[in-house]
């Protein structure tokens, strides 16, 4: 599966740290990439001037089995990436596709040697993308059968094939999805379905045209049933001639390379955020059942209270509640009634009368 950055991040690293290093250093690593791609980087601190880069990576085929040497017109592309700098070497290291000899002393140290380490770096991306752009150009009226474009079918990974279909106006490249777990199915679906339509909208206008089916489409009538059967459906580009001019070319090229790497990281990053948005739902409703369970543990402190307004009148001094005493009766004698009835002022006398208290603690005198 090709990665989104060009540059290999951990190569660009070590080169970086060789470069810039005050003393010769001896190094002797091997890096591996994406469980396929892989490096082995050397350096001698008995010969500091030259770095050695060995590289394994898996290449682009037509389903045919592969040859271990890169083809010359590849060989060319990676030479001049920096001619200067580095050059390939033979006999070939047992085990590896390609070995570059580097000479990091022409590098000047400025800001600019960090963009040609980076290029050197992308040296694994300048490999796949020459080999999709030499099979594009080399499309010719031999892949035409019974007047329909045959379509090629190119595998960078054994699990993730895709399809290149030349036509007279367009470039058609078609991606048949798979996914083992059901949940990234749903997921993956519901993407590419949005995928399409935020391709058709006008924002999108100048982008290449995306559609997707749930079946195979007509341009791979005739292929292999094991090439066909997808639990995703399939994802179609057209590719116009303004997509491949001039700098766009490796653009385009490039995407289309990491298409399926793309979708996969958006389908992770989906199931993650899901997961994280579950635990936090589930965790805000048990924190209520966890609140009472420690409510439960926690002994209950209970305090004798007594009646609050006769409280309030034993623990008043003497001139409160002279005074309590005063309002209290200004408020009965406001309810006195316009209307006089014949009796009301002995029952007044009889039962409204204001309760004397007297306070609780008691002194004797002591003779």
Same mark, same amino acid.
């Given at each position: ?13 070590? !080169? ?27 350096? +001698? ?9 060995? $590289? ?18 590849? !060989? ?21 596709? !390609?070995?570059? #000899? ?7 140290? +400025? ?36 007047? $329909? ?37 749903? $997921? ?16 999108? *206008? ?22 066909? +059967? ?5 994802? +179609? ?18 995407? !289309? ?58 623990? *008043?001094?003497?001139? #409160? ?17 316009? $209307? ?28």
């Amino acid at each position: 599966m090709a990665c989104f950055e060009r540059a290999s991040p951990a190569l660009k690293e070590i !080169l970086l740290k060789i470069h810039g290093a005050e003393r010769p250093m001896e190094v002797d690593h091997h890096l591996h990439e994406f469980g396929s791609v892989h490096y082995h980087v050397q350096c +001698s601190a008995s010969d500091p001037v030259y770095t050695y880069i060995s $590289i394994s990576t898996p290449l682009l085929s037509r389903g045919l089995p592969l040859s271990s040497e890169l083809p010359k017109h590849t !060989l060319e592309m990676v030479k001049n990436i920096c001619p200067n700098v580095m050059e390939t070497m033979e006999p070939l290291k047992e085990g590896f596709q !390609l070995t570059l #000899k580097l000479n990091l002393s022409r590098i000047p140290h +400025s800001k600019a040697s960090t963009k040609t380490i980076t290029d050197i770096s992308s040296v694994q991306a300048v490999i796949l993308s020459s080999q999709l752009k030499e099979i594009l150009k080399n499309v010719d009226s031999h892949e035409i059968s019974r007047g $329909i474009y045959k379509p090629i079918k190119l595998v960078y990974h054994p699990r993730e094939p895709f399809f290149v279909i030349k036509q007279p106006t367009k470039i058609a490249a078609i991606f048949p999805m798979r996914f083992k777990e059901p949940e990234d199915v749903i $997921i993956a679906t519901a993407f590419l379905q949005e995928l399409m339509d935020v391709g058709s909208s006008k924002a999108c *206008a100048k982008a290449p045209h995306c559609t997707w089916s749930p079946i195979p489409p007509p341009e791979l009538r005739g292929e292999p049933i094991e090439d066909l +059967s997808t639990n995703c459906g399939f994802v +179609s580009f057209d590719i116009m001639s303004r997509h491949v001019k001039g700098k766009k070319l490796d653009k385009t090229v490039w995407n !289309l390379l990491n298409f399926y790497a793309f979708v996969k990281y958006h389908v992770k990053s989906t199931r993650g955020f899901i997961q994280r948005r579950m635990r936090m739902r589930l965790d805000r409703l048990v924190q209520p059942l966890k609140n009472v369970e420690i409510e439960e543990d926690q002994p209950m402190k209970t305090t004798a209270k007594g009646c609050t307004p006769m409280s309030k009148w034993i623990s *008043a001094s003497k001139s #409160k509640i002279a005074e309590r005493k005063h309002e209290f009766t200004k408020k009965i004698k406001r309810l006195r009634s316009r $209307i006089k009835i014949h009796g009301f002022g002995r029952f007044r006398r009889r039962w409204l009368k204001i309760p004397r208290f007297s306070p609780v603690t008691r002194y004797m005198k002591l003779e």
